[in-house]
């Protein structure tokens, strides 16, 4: 039961001329976390499949600006199939105010034949043992 | 009832490390092809408010690669509310393969207070006349 | 001798904060240009090697704004080296203006090894057959 | 005299199909290493304008990979004009190894007029007692 908290600065170049962090980056930021995220994993010596996202969906729920301090977002694991696992963000700005909700269903996937493969075993392991249910 | 067909054109900074264009540059695409239908409507005469994305969902069903013809985003309008609307979108290779289809919704803003606005009338009527139902 | 004319649309994600066309993306115009100047050079089938820049020199001269026009890229070669070319570009707004003039050398680049490599024969002949000498 | 060093975090789209930091986030780097020195200086409470790129030069001389270390960028000023000043920027991996040199001509901007104003005295006074030589 784990939930990954990771910071990531915002830069200059993620605003749009509204001055906001534009939508389109937290997708980038949603990204960032997951890729940081498996990094981690993979640290531990879990066998790590390329991985693809199946679909996302993402509530905007207050803009972010730009600001020296980071922003966090909070990454666990809601359910896991047999080549794909559902996994739940939540974006906070520094100040604590939550600014975003996300939910992505990510596949493991062969980039050469590019078609999901099932979940590595390790993996797959990892993954329900760190299954997190937030209500 | 229209759908608004937007061509457009890749680019090799739309790849990511698999050779893909990469998830979060949908969300690219599709604000670009909301943005251009926009530019559109205005050109009518229709008053524009300002506009940010409340939600967004996205479902990837085919990878998409670098190519010199464009994808074609199909954009149109699925409902109105008071102060919102919601913009279905689908997303297709050159040779018409269905790469994505998305679901957004947007909301009439107003950028000094940061806080969402009712429809201008001729935008909302404009809307509601534009409704189209796909099924 | 020959001048490349590439079009290249702009996107709402390219403006900055002050509304105008942010000016690293300046290099990606650049880039994106000389990758559609590559791939018809590869229709040719001329073996082309993978390419990394070596330097840039930008002069940002006018501000680029939204537009729906798009802006124009011209790409020539300055000169040709052993492993590496010049090439010239000026970006050009939808109504002439010129927005930018810039000076690139690429490196024949070996992916694999990360090092520099020779121009491919036929690469190296094409390229010394486009010289443009522009005042 | 100061040297501001920089940290930034690098982001996995800011790869290409390579799989290196593709040489236009370089600019995106240096971009954002300028902005945060200049919020380093207006929280000193000096005046600042809108400022602009109007000459930049990379020289980039050893890839960069995605590691969660982040990139140093070096930043100083090199002289200092009326409107303008000249800032000198080497961007080194977490390695210490240098990555890239570049120098940027940066112009003091009215955004209303689109055209270039003479720098505020403080701001001035400031970038003069800042002035580094760096053989």
Known sequence: MTIHRIQIDRRFSDLDQLGHV????????????????????????IEMPAQVVARQEIDYIRPLHLN??????????ASVGNSSYVQLQRIYDNDGTLAAKARTVVV????????????PASFREYLLGSLEVVE
């Open 108 to 119: 493991a996937f062969d980039p050469i034949a590019e078609k999901s493969l099932p979940l």
């Open 68 to 77: 020296p301090e980071p922003i966090v977002v909070e990454v666990w694991v």
């Open 22 to 45: 534009n939508n389109v980056v937290y997708g980038d930021y949603i990204q960032e976390a997951r890729i940081r995220v498996n990094r981690r994993v993979r640290a531990e010596g």
